[in-house]
């Protein structure tokens, strides 16, 4: 009976594997994540060895460690030395005891000198993400020279579509081809001859994961050569991992500008316990900051006593001010990323938001005081005999956080930045909190010397 | 004197020529954005065709319109000629009366007709996306004479690494090969044969730029086709254009979720009106929707004289509620855009907030008993002789707050796609003020409870 099952199990995994022969690998990814360990382990170890590479390759697959522990170790060697060097130094990276040494020892012993040499490089930075193999020629070679030994290696490159021309003696970076431009060029020339940009463009393997995203964006690259400071090249970054790294990114500076510390894994699959842990920090330390706003109110207690009409409008001049620094923050933050603005620019910043500011609360200002002159002749709550002076109050106050929320909200980011954190820290809650403390003491400093002798 | 200083000038933009003869594009585009028109149309003359069409096909020149309409026709025409199909129609695209027109009469009749055929497609659309400019050859050729064909088209087109192979009689699309495949083939073997995967992925021309980037970055594609409902190719949308996209989708989100409507442009290029406009619109929304706190505040008037001492706590209170909100919402956005949630996984999310709030808000109420608990037994401040209740208050309405706060974070993104809005518009200040309001009522009501036959 058991061995009944067992064949059924055997040939079901079959025909699985006869589908997916010729399916794309994110796809087969997604199927296998549905699955046990155990389970993916038997589909992978029926697929040809490429495409099971393929998987593996892939930064979607959710538990490659557990799978690749649960193969046969003669079958788990052979992928793992199939894969691409990137991505095997990622798997170790972030692999935990018990099986890292395991299969740690599977890899030849190439294989494990690459990987020793990838993981030197801290995360997130453009050694940590390159791979090693790329196609170099020295620049003694002709074009139909490269073309014979880029059909050789074809299949054992992360890409072949940028090439790079070593000085033949140095072994420096001279140049950057492209396969295009190689297979319609003149078999008979020098390579470098075909390579149509004087400089190619590199990167340091120190360079930030933002930096060499952006360089790939701004010349349209599909591969950005990583070199050390002598110009040799150590490897390449190529245009998908740089995708993935910014979806990365997007995903983490959106998560802090919510507030939070980014996941690092999707909500859907984080555990319980690490999302409050994600949450908590910022969370208490938002609360700890905020209750400044308790001990300002405190200090005007007398003022709350004898005019509690001030107190009906605190969440909206304080939320005001929060709001129009979160417009400003997003604008700095975003402009600050994209490289539109240099920390050296914050005052050309300054100079603009405060005008800015005065306007957009010029004009709530007129939209608060038409609201309280409304209700008070609608006969639909009463201010009080002196309630033209609480509008008064009320609008300028606009006026003054409004500015204020624009400012602070558009200097945290330089200021974050300055002090080397990453200006995306600067998260909306982060403003609004910032301006509500001081637009507490705003609005009741105003109060003071519009009301001063009337409710005051 | 005249034609001395002539001279000059002319000279110097023949140096200027020189120096940029092998530089990358990006580069130039650079420096020719911070000329004005008439001096970046000099040195554009000057450039070879090919290097000057490179230009134009950058998307950072900042006025490729202002540039071609200060260039003689016939140069102008000549560049016009040579520029990528989906460069070409964003230009005329975004262009206004009068150059239009003029320009639109120097485009031979073939790239008038290309262009028409583009510019039917929406904005942020694949087909608005694509380029026309492919390489795709029928299936009963072989690899040899794929290759001769890229060879003679390799300059004409956007991209030759993906080579679409269509059935011979219905050209409909069959299959998606790459260049190293092709030169790393049997050259007499039919170019199907190289094809690694059964189906190629494709995408419909109304579809939403966001899922090209998703498609294009989960199947590490160079370029993607545009296929019609018959499979036929209408264009390909290639990797470099995804990374622009991606950024400025980014962008966009990021300024959307700080509280205002996306600029179009650098924040360092946006008119102070266009400014204003972008960010008005929703300060206006949520003052607006803001006012209904002065209102609850209105209706617990009497509450509020009894016990001022409330009144310290409603920033702090109502804070942490929109701060836990914008958190969720963060969250929820990005597994949104990324595809991890669908629409109905609304109650998984819910089911998982709820507990989150309550373990969160439970943690912050903690905090906020003992501040008020350390100042009244310190004597730092005299919350009177029920300080027990009112800490009670405040630690019980912040665990409502902050759940129910993590809870409308969360569902305000799935509300707003259900009703076929951008969730991205469910901003930080959006979830605070919606929070606001609710917290106030939530407060008072705990209050209410809390403090019966004591305070209130």
Do not use: C, Y
């Given at each position: 009976?058991?061995?009944?099952?067992?064949?059924?199990?055997?040939?079901?995994?079959?025909?699985?594997?006869?589908?997916?022969r010729g399916a794309q690998p994110a796809d087969i990814v997604q199927q296998l994540n549905e699955l046990d360990a155990a389970e993916a382990a038997e589909i992978v170890a029926r697929l040809p060895l490429e495409k099971a590479a393929d998987v593996f390759d892939h930064p979607d697959l959710a538990e490659p460690q557990t799978i690749l522990a649960a193969l046969r170790p003669a079958v788990a060697a052979e992928i793992l030395d199939a894969m691409a060097a990137d991505r095997l130094a990622d798997l170790f990276r972030d692999m935990?005891?018990?099986?890292?040494?395991?299969?740690?020892?599977?890899?030849?012993r190439e294989a494990r000198a690459i990987i020793d040499a990838l993981l030197v490089h801290p995360e997130g930075t453009a050694g940590s993400m390159m791979t090693t193999e790329f196609v170099s020629?020295?620049?003694?070679?002709?074009?139909a020279e490269t073309l014979r030994h880029i059909r050789e290696v074809e299949g054992a490159r992360e890409t072949v579509y940028a090439i790079y021309v070593l000085d033949p003696i140095t072994r420096r970076l001279q140049a950057a081809v492209s396969l295009r431009r190689l297979i319609s060029g003149d078999p008979d020339a020098l390579v470098g001859s075909v390579a149509r940009f004087d400089q190619p463009v590199t990167v340091l393997p120190q360079a930030d994961r933002e930096e060499v995203a952006r360089l790939i964006s701004k010349y349209d690259l599909l591969a950005i050569p990583v070199v050390d400071e002598k110009n040799h090249v150590l490897g390449i970054v190529t245009v998908d991992d740089i995708i993935d790294t910014m979806i990365e990114v997007t995903t983490e500076d959106v998560h802090k500008f919510g507030g939070m510390e980014a996941l690092d894994e999707p909500y859907t699959?984080?555990?319980?316990?690490?999302?409050?842990?994600?949450?908590?920090?910022?969370?208490?330390?938002?609360?700890l900051s905020e209750m400044l706003t308790a001990s300002a109110m405190q200090h005007f207690e007398d003022e709350l006593e004898k005019a509690v009409v001030l107190t009906l409008f605190i969440p909206l001049i304080m939320?005001?001010?929060?709001?129009?620094?979160?417009?400003?923050?997003s604008l700095i933050i975003r402009a600050l990323a994209l490289g539109e603005l240099k920390l050296s620019d914050w005052w050309r910043v300054a100079l603009r938001e405060i005008p800015t500011g005065l306007a957009l609360g010029g004009f709530l200002g007129v939209i608060g005081v038409a609201r309280i002159a409304v209700w008070q002749e609608a006969g639909i709550f009463d201010y009080?005999?002196?309630w033209m002076l609480v509008a008064l109050t009320v609008g300028l106050a606009l006026v003054a956080i409004v500015t204020f929320g624009s400012l602070a909200g558009s200097m945290l980011p330089f200021a974050l930045k300055r002090l080397g954190f990453d200006p995306a820290s600067a998260s909306a809650p982060f403003v609004a909190t910032l301006v509500d403390v001081s637009g507490l003491v705003i609005y009741f400093s105003v109060a003071l010397v519009v009301l001063s002798g009337t409710l005051l």
């Open positions: 009976m058991q061995d009944i099952l067992e064949l059924a199990g055997v040939s079901r995994a079959a025909a699985v594997v006869d589908r997916l935990e005891e018990p099986p890292r040494e395991r299969l740690l020892a599977l890899l030849t020629v020295p620049a003694t070679w002709s074009v699959r984080i555990g319980f316990a690490e999302m409050l842990r994600k949450r908590a920090g910022w969370l208490a330390i938002l609360f939320s005001s001010g929060g709001n129009s620094g979160s417009q400003a923050t009080g005999p002196h």
